[in-house]
């Protein structure tokens, strides 16, 4: 259906005016983040990537620069749009890094360490996605996609695609430091490169690879890789629906990857050796001594020992593995934070820190001591600190949640229940924006991590399986319930809102009862048959995998899709979505917008030009959380007034 059709829906213009701004918002959409933290060769330093906040449509980032023996930090870049990817030369003399400059594509730029501007070293007509150093660092290899080349033909509007051809596979080339000569490592057109690291002996190096283009997305392969000649040797193919992190061993003896065996996304721990065979879980359920959570930033310490962080419920927890006797012990528990981008060089660690309260900062630990090195928000707001509670939930569940309440509520109040995106995901001990804006507002908000969430082993990220709608429906409206009785919430003062699966859960829940007084539903899935076939083919995988395919389970997709329930909605429903949003496209919420007008019911859809899934300019993320919670104020706090 074209979108003029839809539009032919009597209703009032998108570009609807803008509410009143509450004042926390202003602060909220001045979050940093932290990124790609790594020590230099000799531990001295390390350097990580800030991204700012956005300016208007801009949004900058920068590498910093840590000091082991001063604990100190400052800003090395600052000329980039976009700065990341740091990675040290061998020696640590030089550090290398992706940068978008102007207008131009993404190239690798060299920074010497003891003085002067970074410099480009690559002119890949396509730009760079990915790139590492060779052992010896004589070398760069890097990953660029092929430009369409220009011909009279497409001048002439013959520029036609065709699908089975893919969109410009990406490409693996070397680069010599010394001449600045670069080479395709891989010739035609087959294969795609994803991930890489070197060997130690600077030959070769270990790449994930896939062969052409597939509809149902891509089947990563495991292979070896001479960077001379190109020769090719498989060395196994990747079990699961998706993969991360690859490295290799300091001996060039095992690659580790991050992978699932049979599910969503990469949650355990895997090593592999070389010469072949198959790959062996350090961390699972299935495991001795195994962690049974989602695994993240692994490091290899030693030739036979790892790091890794994990994510344990709210929180988190770093440890050690020994891939001889596989032994795991603990080196650090986050109870009530949230930490990422962890690097590790001996007893130092360097990560990004963060709580329901304290926006991120990067802290430095030596010997088990921790200390704040940067300070990146300093003035923000004082925040509502949640409670963490529990709650049994049908089959035997208990979901764990946090509970703002607003600060001397005199009796229930205004209740909304914020779900996480997904399902795979979970909330954390992070600042939660419209969970804060809200409680300020004076609602109480829980923030339930529901079955199908990650934190919790692979068992619970699994229980939602072709099930969304069931037992995850269910785990929300316990928490509702729980609240009701214990007087947090007021029963006729009930909201719902979320973004990406949190907004199908928020749509799923309107059209399964009447309690709800405002839903918000944010870039949302709403027809899963419809969404299956014309979203990013990157997620076919994971989306299958839930759901299984239109044509062998058509009565599943329907049963679990809002759209099949739309008649029953009458609860007044906000829908925002980015207008370029790939992952859930944004016909998806034309066709709900549309079915709750001619329904009659209350509804409005606010659509953010250039934005994707995330929505990130300045102005759009204002709105966002802006209009979220004057909705809420107007249909859940203001009911029955």
């Known amino acids: 259906m074209v979108l003029a059709a839809a539009l032919a829906v009597a209703s009032p213009p998108l570009a609807v005016a803008r509410a009143a701004e509450p004042a926390l918002v202003a602060q909220l959409v001045k979050l940093h983040k932290v990124s790609g933290t790594v020590f230099s060769p000799d531990g001295g330093r390390a350097v990580f990537v800030v991204a700012e906040p956005a300016v208007g449509k801009d949004r900058k980032s920068s590498i910093w620069l840590y000091e082991s023996a001063t604990q100190t930090t400052r800003k090395l870049t600052a000329a980039g749009k976009q700065d990341s990817q740091p990675r040290w030369s061998s020696d640590g003399k030089t550090l290398a890094f992706i940068s978008s400059r102007g207008d131009d594509e993404p190239q690798v730029y060299l920074l010497p360490m003891d003085g002067g501007e970074a410099q480009p070293l690559t002119t890949a007509k396509g730009g760079v996605s990915a790139f590492e150093w060779s052992p010896a660092g004589g070398m760069i290899a890097y990953v660029g996609s092929d430009p369409e080349p220009e011909s009279p033909e497409k001048e002439n509007g013959d520029d036609e695609i065709v699908a089975s051809q893919g969109f410009g596979p990406l490409r693996l080339n070397v680069i010599d430091l010394a001449t600045k000569t670069s080479r395709k490592v891989l010739a035609g057109d087959r294969w795609a490169i994803g991930m890489f690291a070197w060997k130690p002996d600077g030959q070769g190096v270990v790449a994930t690879v896939s062969d052409g283009f597939k509809p149902e997305g891509a089947i990563d392969r495991l292979f070896e890789i001479s960077v001379a000649d190109g020769a090719m040797r498989e060395i196994g193919q990747i079990k699961g629906v998706e993969f991360s992190d690859l490295k290799v061993s300091p001996d060039g003896r095992l690659a580790a990857f991050l992978a699932s065996g049979d599910g969503p996304?990469?949650?355990?721990?895997?090593?592999?050796?070389?010469?072949?065979?198959?790959?062996?879980?350090?961390t699972g359920a299935g495991v001795r001594g195994g962690v049974d959570r989602p695994v993240a930033d692994p490091t290899w310490t030693g030739p036979t020992s790892l790091t890794f962080a994990t994510q344990e419920g709210f929180g988190g927890a770093v440890y050690s593995v020994s891939t001889v006797t596989g032994r795991i012990r603990e080196l650090k528990r986050f109870q009530d934070n949230d930490v990422s981008a962890l690097a590790v060089s001996g007893d130092r660690m360097l990560y990004a820190k963060s709580n329901s309260v304290t926006p991120v900062e990067v802290w430095a630990s030596t010997g088990g001591t921790e200390r704040k090195v940067t300070n990146l928000h300093a003035g923000f707001a004082a925040l509502v600190a949640p409670r963490l509670i529990k709650y049994a939930s049908a089959d035997g569940f208990e979901i764990e949640a946090q509970l703002f309440t607003p600060a001397g509520a005199p009796g229930p109040s205004p209740f909304v229940v914020l779900v996480?995106?997904?399902?795979?995901?979970?909330?954390?001990?992070?600042?939660?924006d419209r969970a804060q804006l809200l409680v300020q507002q004076g609602f109480a908000v829980l923030a339930p991590n529901i079955r199908g969430s990650v934190g919790y082993g692979y068992a619970f990220v699994k229980s939602n399986r072709a099930d969304w709608g069931g037992g995850d429906f269910r785990d929300v409206m316990a928490g509702v319930d729980q609240m009701i009785a214990q007087g947090v919430a007021d029963p006729e003062r009930l909201g719902i809102a979320g973004w990406s699966y949190g907004g199908y859960m928020s749509a799923w829940a309107v059209t399964q009862t009447h309690r709800f007084k405002g839903a918000v539903v944010g870039a949302a899935m709403l027809d899963l048959e419809t969404q299956w076939g014309t979203e990013d083919g990157e997620l076919i995988p994971y989306d299958t995998w839930y759901v299984g395919t239109p044509w062998d389970n058509k009565a599943d997709f329907a049963r679990m899709s809002p759209i099949t329930h739309v008649k029953n909605v009458t609860t007044p429903t906000l829908l925002l979505v980015g207008e370029d949003d790939s992952v859930d496209p944004i016909a998806q919420?034309?066709?709900?917008?549309?079915?709750?007008r001619m329904n009659g019911v209350k509804a409005e859809m606010v659509a953010y030009p250039r934005e994707g899934h995330r929505v990130s300019e300045e102005l759009h993320s204002r709105d966002v959380l802006t209009r979220t919670t004057e909705w809420l104020v107007d249909h859940v706090k203001g009911a029955g007034k």
């Not at 996480?420 to 939660?432: C, D, E, K, L, Q």
């Not at 919420?589 to 709750?596: D, E, I, T, V």
């Open 265 to 282: 996304i990469p949650h355990d721990l895997y090593v592999q050796t070389l010469a072949g065979g198959p790959a062996r879980n350090l």
């Open 420 to 432: 996480h995106g997904g399902p795979s995901g979970r909330w954390s001990n992070a600042v939660n």
């Open 589 to 596: 919420n034309w066709q709900f917008y549309r079915a709750l």
